[in-house]
């Protein structure tokens, strides 16, 4: 069974740092397209970056130079490494693997950005 | 840049069938697949239509898929309306460097 659960969310004050993980089992990370999308708080969903199986990335321009994704394979862990966060970026980040079969999507986990 | 609109809100009777649609802002919606995710109060995304018109395993029938490429729209139609078909729903689709892209969501009662 595919299953996608995130950590690393929490309180956290403005220009810091914050690592989410985002634990897979079911599948292999390294073989998939992966993404991040947040969705602040009664707000919609926003796309934050993805992670190609070859291993390009691309950003939304709101997190670019600040935020970082990544891999483990040997973990089968996908990262998101957020830098200088802003209380703008206070959400619910969600992982989610896109296949051909569809979106599956983790629970998520909350940041909150706030001093 | 490109954008996808839905309705805010949209409401109907158990029972009924309901449509959502989601027009683009530039180019043609055909372009790139539509995507259409369900989000129930408190909870995560989840997916109902993928490709355009596809249902991923465990999703019912009742939910289907369109797109009309004369008006650059993608619509989503909901029928023999349930209860628990209340919940917020989401077109995605994809910017011209792959990007994605969601529409601002609709948030469907059933009445």
């Known amino acids: 069974e595919v299953q996608l659960v995130e950590s690393g969310g929490g309180l956290v004050q403005p220009g810091g740092s914050l690592r989410l993980s985002c634990a897979a089992s079911?599948?292999?990370?390294?073989?998939?397209?992966m993404t991040w999308v947040r969705q602040a708080p009664g707000k919609g969903l926003e796309w934050v970056s993805f992670l190609y199986s070859g291993g390009s990335a691309d950003y939304a321009d709101s997190v670019k130079g600040r935020f970082t994704i990544a891999r483990d394979n040997s973990k089968n862990t996908l990262y998101l490494q957020m830098n200088s966060l802003r209380a703008e970026d206070t959400a619910v980040y969600y992982c989610?693997?896109?296949?051909?079969?569809?979106?599956?999507w983790g629970q998520g986990t909350l940041v909150t950005v706030s001093s | 840049n490109f954008m996808l609109t839905q309705p805010h809100s949209v409401s109907e009777s158990p029972g009924k069938t309901v449509t959502i649609s989601c027009t683009g802002s530039?180019?043609?919606?055909?372009?790139?697949?539509v995507q259409w995710y369900q989000q129930r109060p408190g909870g995560a995304p989840t997916t109902v239509i993928y490709e355009d018109n596809q249902r991923p395993s465990g999703v019912p029938d009742r939910f289907s898929g369109s797109i009309d490429s004369s008006s650059s729209s993608a619509s989503l139609s909901i029928s023999g309306l349930k209860p628990e078909d209340e919940a917020d729903y989401y077109c995605q689709s994809y910017d011209s460097n792959n990007r994605w892209v969601f529409g601002g969501g609709t948030k469907l009662t059933v009445l």
């Open positions: 530039s180019g043609s919606i055909a372009s790139n697949y």
């Open positions: 079911g599948f292999t990370v390294s073989s998939s397209y």
């Open positions: 989610a693997r896109k296949t051909t079969g569809g979106v599956y």
